[in-house]
T-cell receptor, first 113, second 113 residues
Framework: DSGVTQTPKHLITATGQRVTLRCSPR?????VYWYQQSLDQGLQFLIQ???????AKGNILERFSAQQFPDLHSELNLSSLELGDSALYFC????????????FGPGTRLTVL | GESVGLHLPTLSVQEGDNSIINCAYS??????FIWYKQESGKGPQFIID?????DKRQGQRVTVLLNKTVKHLSLQIAATQPGDSAVYFC????????????FGAGTRLTVKP
């Protein structure tokens, strides 16, 4: 158990819908990262927050957004969902803003029908 | 273009043998590298990291070697055990330049008893 929690574990929805994925980092960690893992694209970094502020941006689509709240939990919002958005979404946390070990959550499996 | 890739998609070794998993990167500006292990149905798990000012780092049964001249990274696992069977990813990042983390496609390690 990494100490990072993600909800829900599974999510099934339809194209065009909007969903919110939730992540609670390890106690004391200030950084939260979001990743997408699909069969054809592998593991892709989406976005990082550090202590409530956006720190780095990767391959995140404009239809996707995220935020980190004062209690340091984070949410990833996916809108106008497409079939290709079906993937595993992982959240990870670390204690610093850069260059340190990241601890991954168990992931949320999103299926868009 | 920039890329992080793995030389072999699969690796099969006998229990007790040493395993070597390779990774190539193309961006000489990358300065922090991480190896992750991902077991089926779980999130990636940090194994070991190395910064660009080092060429070798050892952990428990694992060693990471970094050759900046040829932009090559390897993970050596000593006395491979069945529990080591998983997919291994290398990742590169530039913590002080957007902190964008890029992952290789992954190598599936299978340990035969």
């Amino acid at each position: 158990d990494s100490g990072v929690t993600q909800t829900p574990k599974h999510l099934i929805t339809a194209t065009g819908q909007r969903v919110t994925l939730r992540c609670s980092p390890r106690s004391g960690d200030l950084s939260v990262y979001w990743y997408q893992q699909s069969l054809d694209q592998g593991l892709q970094f989406l976005i990082q927050y550090y202590n409530g502020e956006e720190r780095a941006k990767g391959n995140i689509l404009e239809r996707f957004s995220a935020q980190q709240f004062p209690d340091l939990h984070s949410e990833l919002n996916l809108s106008s969902l497409e079939l290709g958005d079906s993937a595993l979404y992982f959240c990870a946390s670390s204690s610093t803003s850069e260059g340190s070990e990241q601890f991954f959550g168990p992931g949320t499996r999103l299926t868009v029908l | 273009g920039e890329s992080v890739g793995l030389h072999l998609p699969t690796l099969s070794v006998q229990e007790g043998d040493n395993s070597i998993i390779n990774c190539a990167y193309s961006n000489s500006a990358s300065d922090y590298f991480i190896w992750y292990k991902q077991e089926s149905g779980k999130g990636p798990q940090f194994i070991i990291d190395i910064r660009s000012n080092m060429d070798k780092r050892q952990g428990q049964r694992v060693t990471v070697l970094l050759n900046k001249t040829v932009k090559h990274l390897s993970l050596q696992i000593a006395a491979t055990q069945p529990g080591d069977s998983a997919v291994y990813f290398c990742a590169e990042t530039r913590p002080y330049n957007n902190n964008d983390m890029r992952f290789g496609a992954g190598t599936r390690l299978t340990v035969k008893p």
